[in-house]
Structure formats: structure tokens, C-alpha cells
């Protein structure tokens, strides 16, 4: 059975909420408090917080989900936030290159490597 592409619309509503959700996220923790923001994640200098605020909402729309769609099988880590690390330092060379310093260990993401 051939598939069928999905359409490219889809694609791009998915990339939407989700920049809509990371909005939200740099909202709730304030602007003084969020240092950088990626397509999948949001670091600031406020704790895990952030990530308990925003998984309620997620459990919120779960529910309406399965009310609205009761056969539908929704994994229950879907658009879940998680809690990384805690730096003591966090340096921005530019977009997906970073440093933070975590328990006097600095490590370094860059996109790719």
C-alpha cells in the first residue's frame, strides 16, 4: 500500500503551535527571566516552575482531547515539558550554540555536533 504524503500544511501548523507554546513559556517566566529560546525548548533563570505551570495546561487539553476523541490513544508524555539542568552560568554564542556551567563542569551544545 502506497502512502500518501501529509500535507505540507500540517507541517507547518505543528512548527506554529509550537513556537505559540515557547511563547507562552517565555510569558509565564517573564522577560527578564528568559535567557534563550530554540524551537524545542526555553531556558531561564527561573527552576522547574516554568515546566510544572506549563505541564497543568497540557494535562488540561489532554482531557478535552479524550472527552472530544474517546477512541484516540494520546501517549501520556505528548507535549510534555521536561526539567534538564540547573546552570550556574549560561553563555550565548549564537542560535543552537551554547555553554553552561553546571556544577563547576562547563559543556557546550552546538547544532550538529
Same mark, same amino acid.
Given at each position: 500500500?502506497? $502512502?500518501?504524503?501529509?500535507?505540507? !500544511?500540517? /507541517?507547518? =501548523?505543528?512548527? !506554529?503551535?509550537? $513556537?505559540?507554546?515557547? =511563547?507562552?513559556?517565555?510569558?509565564?517566566?517573564? !522577560?527578564?527571566?528568559?535567557?534563550?529560546?530554540?524551537?524545542?525548548?526555553? %531556558?531561564?533563570?527561573? /527552576?522547574?516552575?516554568?515546566?510544572?505551570?506549563?505541564?497543568?495546561?497540557?494535562?488540561?487539553?489532554? %482531557?478535552? @482531547? %479524550?472527552? $472530544? #476523541?474517546?477512541?484516540?490513544?494520546?501517549? !501520556?508524555?505528548? /507535549? $510534555? =515539558?521536561? #526539567?534538564?539542568?540547573?546552570?550556574?552560568? #549560561?553563555?550565548?554564542?549564537?542560535?543552537? =550554540?551554547?555553554?553552561?556551567?553546571?556544577?563547576?563542569?562547563?559543556? #557546550?551544545?552546538? @547544532?550538529?555536533?
Amino acid at each position: 500500500m502506497k $502512502r500518501r504524503p501529509l500535507p505540507m !500544511s500540517l /507541517g507547518i =501548523w505543528t512548527v !506554529s503551535y509550537s $513556537r505559540l507554546d515557547i =511563547w507562552k513559556a517565555a510569558k509565564i517566566a517573564g !522577560s527578564d527571566a528568559t535567557v534563550y529560546c530554540d524551537t524545542d525548548c526555553i %531556558k531561564t533563570t527561573r /527552576g522547574k516552575e516554568i515546566g510544572e505551570l506549563l505541564n497543568k495546561e497540557v494535562e488540561e487539553k489532554a %482531557k478535552l @482531547a %479524550k472527552k $472530544r #476523541f474517546p477512541k484516540l490513544e494520546i501517549p !501520556s508524555t505528548l /507535549g $510534555r =515539558w521536561s #526539567f534538564e539542568y540547573t546552570a550556574d552560568e #549560561f553563555i550565548v554564542a549564537g542560535i543552537k =550554540w551554547y555553554a553552561h556551567k553546571e556544577n563547576g563542569t562547563i559543556k #557546550f551544545k552546538a @547544532a550538529g555536533a
